[in-house]
């Protein structure tokens, strides 16, 4: 409470200018302030625009993304200014729980692929190692949604994703069919995983023969093979989520189809995406394939 509000309310009790003695206050700085009271007080554009940019995105940007976004609209402020505004309004980014559940479950009855890329060197051309791997993403009403990727081990690309609220075999086998379809390999792909009970089905072997690859799996509790895949992971759903959550699997699905889009341009070295520089906006080429990998079916 300031000096001139501790006035406002013992004016009442006490003489003012007695109060005025007391706290050394001169009777015309306190009636200045009385004035600024009644003024409307107008909220400042770039407070307005944080705020607009919070409910745009569901309530799950934070003040990293919200200071790019605000200060593309040509705001020059700071993460800790935005994050004073989001206190002052109660606005919080909505948080994912502390529980992390396991993306994987190998079945032991289940014979293995061998390793094949044990003592290999690292691809030079792409489309001859795929890598995959599935992670959780948190949603708001609480539970989760898995996303299933799989990447070129030499572009460093994302070749074909899927996301549901389940994790069993589809999810993988439909992120692989669309990358197959979108990217159409030769025969000879290597096929690479952990030893989930997803990638161990008889529906996603057959699927993997049908298109000519070959299976490849780390060994149980050796995660070194897929460690190209958990180093994305830690880059893509920082990006992603910023410590946010989606509202549902639709909404999911759009963004996750246009962080894609800036994640292909940000790896411009890609055998299907032009190497561009200086854009703001992804080229209309890596949107198609964005809207590729949505509308295979």
């Given amino acids: 409470?300031?000096?001139?509000?501790?006035?406002?309310?013992?004016?009442?009790?006490?003489?003012?200018?007695?109060?005025?003695?007391?706290?050394?206050?001169?009777?015309?700085?306190y009636y200045a302030w009385q004035r600024r009271q009644q003024q409307p007080v107008v909220e400042p554009v770039w407070q307005v625009a944080v705020r607009e940019a919070f409910a745009h995105h569901s309530q799950r940007y934070g003040t990293r993304r919200l200071r790019a976004e605000v200060q593309a609209q040509g705001h020059a402020v700071g993460r800790w200014r935005i994050r004073r505004v989001l206190h002052a309004h109660g606005l919080r980014a909505q948080q994912p729980r502390s529980f992390v559940p396991r993306s994987t479950d190998s079945d032991p009855a289940v014979r293995e692929a061998p390793r094949r890329l044990?003592?290999?060197?690292?691809?030079?051309?792409?489309?001859?190692?795929?890598?995959?791997?599935?992670?959780?993403?948190?949603?708001?009403s609480g539970g989760w949604l898995y996303l299933a990727v799989w990447l070129d081990r030499c572009s460093r690309k994302i070749v074909g994703w899927d996301v549901r609220d389940t994790m069993l075999e589809g999810l993988v086998s439909e992120a692989l069919r669309r990358a197959l379809a979108v990217r159409r390999p030769p025969a000879g792909l290597s096929i690479h995983s952990d030893q989930g009970s997803q990638y161990t089905a008889a529906r996603f072997k057959d699927l993997v023969a049908k298109h000519g690859a070959q299976q490849s799996m780390s060994w149980r509790g050796n995660c070194y093979d897929n460690a190209h895949a958990e180093s994305f992971w830690s880059h893509f759903k920082a990006e992603l989520l910023d410590g946010g959550s989606f509202p549902g699997l639709a909404e999911a699905k759009l963004e996750i189809s246009h962080h894609i889009a800036y994640y292909i341009l940000r790896n411009p070295a890609s055998n299907n995406?032009?190497?561009l520089s200086g854009l703001t906006r992804p080229?209309?080429?890596?949107?198609?394939?964005?809207?590729?990998?949505?509308?295979?079916?």
């Fill in 283 to 297: 080229p209309q080429s890596v949107y198609r394939f964005a809207r590729q990998q949505l509308e295979v079916i």
């Fill in 1 to 29: 409470m300031s000096v001139y509000q501790h006035i406002a309310r013992q004016r009442a009790r006490v003489p003012v200018r007695q109060v005025y003695q007391v706290l050394r206050v001169a009777p015309a700085a």
């Fill in 118 to 140: 044990l003592g290999q060197p690292a691809p030079t051309a792409p489309n001859r190692v795929w890598v995959g791997d599935i992670t959780y993403l948190p949603r708001q």
């Fill in 273 to 275: 995406v032009p190497i």
